[in-house]
């Protein structure tokens, strides 16, 4: 086992006010899964026209956030990119508030994830989450050649210390972040995540060699993100080849 040299940091408080004090163009990429807005904090969901029959709800998902977004582009560097999953339905809200706040839009990404999910309705259960990929104008970092597609197949997330366990109720896969950020940063960049949760952002930072800083509003979550970053720390960073990974492919999840 060999000490990794990568450095990362992890921050308890707002996005807004933490993004606004980094350095302006300091910032290859905000790789990041902000609240989805999609519940009422007491396990309702809100959109989808469907009251009640979540089998969840969060306290910090009563809204989308956008308010962060302007010191998202003041942080990033020129090229700099912003790949920021949110609901299947709210996605366009993102993106007309990004690019009022000076981003150009891209694309959009999906991860599919095979096992779904359960829901108590005469209802489909989602088996995808999407996200959006937009750029601060200037040279942009792109590693996935000419014929990337925006589509990964990938198991839930699971613990990558016992295989079974969840740190966050929505963590996301560490493959997934490792694409998402390995398509726009090169090794030694600097990633952020202004809601990382419990840290899954920064650990694919770190384990393909780009350093890393995030915040979340929960200091129990920063606390399990320090955790989750100091056992990826302590590992040689291996970056992935991001070209193989995508349609069809179902990666394992950490
Ligand atoms: C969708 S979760 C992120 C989960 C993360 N992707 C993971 O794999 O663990 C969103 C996170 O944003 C945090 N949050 C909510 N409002 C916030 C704010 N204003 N500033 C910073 N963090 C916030 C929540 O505590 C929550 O952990």
């Not at 709800?57 to 809204?63: L, N, S």
């Not at 972040?177 to 726009?184: A, G, H, I």
């Not at 200091?219 to 056992?231: K, W």
């Not at 291996?238 to 349609?247: A, K, R, T």
């Amino acid at each position: 086992m060999r000490q990794s040299v990568i450095s990362w940091s992890v921050f308890n408080g707002t996005a807004m006010d933490w993004l606004a004090g980094l350095e302006p163009g300091s910032v290859a990429a905000v790789v990041t899964d902000p609240p989805y807005g999609t519940t009422d904090g007491r396990g309702k969901r809100t959109v989808h026209g469907d009251r009640g029959e979540a089998a969840f709800g969060f306290e910090w998902d009563r809204e989308l956030p956008v308010d962060w977004l302007g010191a998202a582009y003041a942080a990033l560097r020129p090229g700099g990119a912003l790949m920021a999953f949110t609901d299947n339905l709210a996605k366009r809200i993102l993106w007309d508030a990004a690019e009022a706040a000076g981003f150009k839009g891209r694309q959009t990404f999906v991860w599919v994830k095979p096992e779904g999910g359960a829901t108590p309705r005469p209802n489909f259960t989602s088996a995808y989450e999407s996200g959006v990929f937009l750029v601060k104008p200037g040279p942009p970092t792109w590693n996935g050649g000419g014929a990337q597609v925006n589509v990964i197949h990938s198991r839930r997330a699971h613990s990558e210390i016992d295989g079974r366990t969840v740190f966050h109720p929505t963590q996301k896969p560490i493959m997934v972040m490792r694409w998402l950020v390995e398509l726009v940063t090169d090794a030694g960049d600097l990633v952020v995540d202004p809601f990382m949760g419990s840290g899954s952002t920064g650990v694919a930072a770190v384990r393909g060699g780009r350093r890393f800083a995030g915040c979340d509003i929960s200091p129990e979550y920063v606390a399990t993100a320090m955790r989750r970053l100091e056992c990826a720390a302590a590992f040689a960073p291996e970056p992935v080849n991001v070209g193989q990974i995508g349609l069809f492919e179902v990666a394992d999840a950490t």
